[in-house]
């Protein structure tokens, strides 16, 4: 699971994450990402032409949180948060995050 984009649920409070995954494990969740309510604004504000930079916020967040995590994949004719941004830029999200590091 590890590079892959995902939603997380989180509880007290609640809050839904979404971003790339680096690690899971028994301590919590590493990921580099933003609030879900926040993606459509943060997507607007990038702008189409380069240069510019991108950034996530890297999270951290214990286990006793995590409610559950759900990988970031289209529902039908929905698109997935990780496809909206792909059609906006026209690249790969992989092409502009490259390998989280702690």
Known sequence: MKGSTVIVYLR???ERMWGILHSIDVTGLYMQGLDVNSFDQWLSD????EPFT???SKLFFPMHR???V???ES???IPSLSEKFEAR???????FFPSFEQ
């Open 12 to 14: 007290e409070p609640r």
């Open 46 to 49: 990038i702008p189409k032409e």
């Open 54 to 56: 991108l950034t996530l």
């Open 66 to 68: 995590v409610e559950k």
């Open 70 to 72: 759900l990988v970031d």
């Open 75 to 77: 529902t039908g004719s």
């Open 89 to 95: 830029m026209g690249k790969k999200l992989s092409d």
